[in-house]
């Protein structure tokens, strides 16, 4: 069974499009993530979302939203799709806070987004 | 904001040689997560740091943290082909303990 789940593995589409990203964790956590990783491989947080509270990283542009439907699930809405969001998105989750003895974060395995 | 410098950048090592990867925080570290990632996958965790001076191994893989330092470091003795790709170390985000931040990621390369 696949802990973390993300659907599509590739999407293509046309700039000016509306897009979502799906998430899916089975190993029932608390908190979701969602990460982007640029051509240049840097990862950079972008989402977290528990049940208490949703942060945002502040360089996120507001075309990005994320929803939950439910706390197994995490998914990643872009509006008015740019060139420049061509990247590759990551989705993942873990248990606790981290700096308390939480758990590590467990990743999907990616959605490539390419925005023509 | 918390920074995560890694050193080197990229590192292509022969087969059989022992390597270290660095990773050094700009502020103070309050746990250490190594990942490693193959192309086209997403990342496979390795080790996580909790402590100062804590040392951990797996395999032929051994990662140390050193709080006073704000650093860490990985090394991989014997490194195999099977040890290519990324690996990133990530930390609690400073001022967010629900998140991870990254460092750039160093591509390790081990030729046959």
């Known amino acids: 069974d696949t802990a973390v789940s993300q659907t599509p593995k590739y999407l293509v589409t046309q700039m000016g499009n509306d897009k979502s990203i799906k998430c899916e964790q089975n190993l029932g956590h608390d908190t979701m993530y969602w990460y982007k990783q640029d051509s240049k491989k840097f990862l950079k947080i972008m989402f977290s979302y528990n049940n208490k509270e949703l942060i945002i990283n502040e360089t996120v542009p507001n075309r990005f939203s994320p929803k939950s439907p439910d706390k197994a699930h995490l998914n990643l809405h872009i509006n008015s799709l740019e060139l420049g969001d061509s990247a590759v998105y990551f989705c993942?989750?873990?248990?606790?806070?981290?700096?308390?003895?939480?758990?590590?974060?467990?990743f999907g395995q990616g959605t490539r987004l390419t925005v023509v | 904001s918390q920074e995560l410098e890694q050193s080197p950048q990229s590192l292509i090592v022969q087969e059989g040689k022992n390597l270290t990867i660095n990773c050094t925080s700009s502020?103070?570290?309050?746990?250490l997560y190594w990942y490693k990632q193959k192309y086209g996958e997403g990342l496979i965790f390795l080790m996580m740091l909790q402590k100062g001076g804590e040392e951990k191994s797996h395999e032929k893989i051994t990662a140390k943290l050193d709080e006073k330092k704000q650093q860490s470091s990985l090394h991989i003795t014997a490194s195999q082909p099977s040890h290519a790709g990324i690996y990133l170390c990530g930390a609690p985000r400073y001022g967010s303990a629900r998140q991870l931040t990254f460092g750039s990621g160093t591509q390790l390369t081990v030729l046959p």
């Open positions: 502020k103070t570290l309050y746990g």
């Open positions: 993942a989750s873990s248990q606790g806070v981290l700096r308390t003895g939480g758990t590590e974060a467990f």
